[in-house]
């Protein structure tokens, strides 16, 4: 069967009783995951039966790819691609920065999840420290610049506005000024024209209009 003739979704709960006997025969915890069932996604045939599925779980803008069980191995070959572009429209979908997973097989590398160095591993979400394997055991791919980066950005940005906003702030303060200036230059004017034509008045009262 070629895998045109499999459907990729997100798992719901009428698929709780076929992915709890994939689990029990994959010897992972299956009432905890039956919790978490809309976190899978799911691999079904043409018949509607699941024949694969994958956990998928967010946390702090990281994906964590989980729990991949097959009811027959021999389908993981075509089904795996299938799941990964998945789980990789999710990431997008989401935002994310950066996947993880403790999965051994060597699909996961060929699609670009390596071991992590230092700086990448202290990035890992405190929920999943300690999880099922060591440390040692992540694979993790990058999606997008580190949130530190996107704060920083952000950061700038809002800096970069307010500074704007004061010049604007600062201009519309000078123009008030100005205009406050050019008021009182008028007055002044106008009371110096009207002091002079009094005086001018009282010393020829020939000139008032009779």
């Known amino acids: 069967m070629s895998s045109s003739n499999y459907r990729v979704r997100r798992a719901t709960l009428d698929d709780i009783g076929q992915l709890t006997t994939l689990w029990r025969a994959m010897h992972f915890p299956a009432e905890d995951l039956a919790k978490r069932v809309t976190e899978f996604q799911v691999a079904e045939g043409a018949d509607g039966k699941v024949v694969g599925a994958v956990g998928f779980q967010i946390a702090q803008k990281h994906g964590r790819v989980h729990s991949e069980g097959y009811n027959d191995f021999a389908l993981a070959d075509q089904v795996r691609p299938l799941l990964w572009e998945r789980i990789h429209s999710v990431a997008t979908n989401h935002g994310l920065l950066r996947l993880w997973t403790q999965e051994k097989a060597p ?3 060929h ?20 999880v099922a394997a060591p440390a040692s055991d992540w694979l993790t791919l990058k999606l997008k610049d580190e949130l530190e980066t996107v704060v920083s950005l952000d950061k700038e940005f809002a800096l970069f506005m307010e500074s704007e906003k004061q010049r604007t702030d600062k201009a519309f303060q000078q123009a008030k000024v100005l205009k406050l200036i050019a008021m009182l230059i008028t007055l002044a004017v106008l009371a ?10 009282r010393r020829n ?5 009779h």
């Open 107 to 109: 699909f996961w590398n």
């Open 111 to 130: 699609c670009g999840l390596l071991k992590p160095d230092p700086d990448a591993l202290e990035r890992l979400p405190a929920l999943w420290r300690g």
């Open 192 to 201: 110096v024209v009207i002091v002079g034509a009094v005086a001018i008045f």
């Open 205 to 209: 009262p020939n000139l008032l209009p």
